[in-house]
């Protein structure tokens, strides 16, 4: 299709619509570390350090060694909750003076409830050789705002989905020391729309929507190490580079902004989900009593804009940050068939005072966790867990403009806020050996 368009007014619209991918923020804005139901019930404090086809996410290492064939399934059902409140927004449309955004100030559960499955399977080779197979889906929510939102502008509806295919070989160099690697092959998906202004407040809002896909490829690496009672792990999983192909659709736009109603295909979108360097130790304190701790530095700097291609050749910041997050965990077995857990994790938020904005509600977090493990028969373990996740009160003020930089600017100066944030994560599974 052949069409005429200020490229220029069109990356702004674009510009306006914040491309950020979307945050349900149970690890850090838009990743999910529910993997696993076992992990989840110890606050996931100490995966990198233990052995078994359940933490294969987290270290490819971890199968090396194991006696018999080992799968993992486990299904987290994820129940966010919260408010993201206008406290003093304005849209400055051209000509005239700064005016409430209007909408409904109050925006409630924006983020959708979802199910996050997972799995793994890891196989011996030899007494010292592994492979192992993960299926995941690290970065994958939807999130939905009504049309009248105050939000509307940079926020309406966001549906993201990745599904990370990880195979591994780990190997088992001496009884104390165990190695191994992966290749992350991710595809993701993306659809995401937002309210464009026109230039009279008494005239409907237009729309954009944006919709991409691709596969792309990351790795990870790992190592562990036992000294007496103490498990030593370490893992780094790489950033993936992701380019989504897919297209823009502009509607709704009256008057002089009429002629930007087109829809562009063959768009691409750049850009890159965050490496994690992952330390993590386990303690068998007693026969029965077994202490974890893990660490996390994330690497969300990586995510530091959104990088659109020909024919707009354009870049919309994000700037994230580098991020922590830490946990501890104990494990008691309180007999042959029943395992219980518990652990706490803090972890802090990569999105940056003055440029959060309603697409990524994300905030410094507490998760409280407890589970247990059930031996159903020799070759059967069933899983489960509950989470509960507490969020920091937090500014969203991310100001933007639709169409910046041409004769139509239109600033919108986003003053609201995050508020009584939370989020109940159940988890269950189940592990195999044959």
Not at 204 to 213: A, H, I, K, N, Y
Not at 273 to 299: E, F, K
Not at 312 to 328: M, R, V
């Amino acid at each position: 299709m052949s069409v005429r368009v200020s490229l220029p007014l069109l990356a702004g619209t674009i510009l306006a619509a914040s491309f950020a991918l979307p945050g349900t923020a149970q690890a850090q804005a838009f990743y999910l570390q529910e993997q696993s139901a076992k992990a989840a019930g110890r606050a996931f404090s100490g995966e990198a350090a233990d052995r078994g086809a359940a933490s294969l996410w987290w270290n490819p290492a971890a199968s090396a060694g194991i006696a018999s064939a080992e799968a993992t399934a486990s299904a987290s059902l994820i129940l966010p909750a919260g408010e993201v409140v206008n406290t003093g927004t304005v849209i400055v449309r051209p000509g005239q003076p700064p005016a409430p955004v209007g909408g409904i100030p109050v925006s409630t559960n924006p983020i959708e409830d979802g199910l996050l499955p997972s799995g793994s399977i890891a196989v011996p080779l030899s007494d010292r050789f592994s492979v192992g197979l993960t299926v995941a889906s690290p970065f994958s929510f939807t999130t939905d705002y009504s049309d009248d939102s105050w939000a509307r502008y940079t926020a309406d509806r966001t549906r993201l989905r990745t599904y990370d295919i990880q195979p591994s070989i780990a190997f088992a160099a001496t009884p104390w020391l165990r190695v191994g690697a992966a290749l992350n092959v991710e595809y993701a998906e993306a659809t995401l729309s937002n309210a464009l202004p026109n230039l009279s407040a008494t005239l409907p809002d237009g729309s954009q929507t944006l919709q991409g896909e691709g596969w792309d490829l990351g790795w990870t690496a790992g190592a562990q190490v036992d000294i007496g009672r103490l498990t030593i792990g370490g893992a780094y999983k790489s950033k993936v580079e992701h380019t989504l192909e897919g297209s823009i659709t502009t509607s709704g736009l009256l008057g002089p902004l009429a002629a930007q109603n087109v829809e562009i295909e063959g768009v691409e979108a750049r850009f890159s989900t965050p490496w994690q360097a992952i330390g993590s130790v386990r303690l068998a304190a007693t026969d029965r009593l077994t202490l974890s701790a893990q660490v996390i530095r994330y690497g969300w700097s990586e995510f530091d804009a959104i990088r659109l291609g020909e024919p707009l050749n354009t870049a919309i910041p994000e700037n994230y940050k580098d991020s922590w997050s830490f946990a501890g965990g104990v494990e008691l077995a309180a007999s042959e068939a029943i395992t219980l857990r518990a652990g706490v994790q803090h972890a802090e938020t990569p999105t940056r005072d003055g440029e959060r904005d309603a697409r990524v509600p994300d905030s410094d977090r507490w998760n409280f966790a407890t589970g247990a493990s059930i031996g159903v028969s020799e070759r059967f373990t069933l899983d489960v867990a509950a989470n509960y996740v507490a969020f920091d009160d937090t500014t969203i003020d991310r100001t933007t403009a639709a169409y910046p930089g041409t004769a139509v600017q239109t600033p919108i100066l986003v003053d609201g806020r995050l508020r009584d944030a939370n989020a109940v994560v159940l988890s269950l599974g189940g592990r195999f050996t044959f």
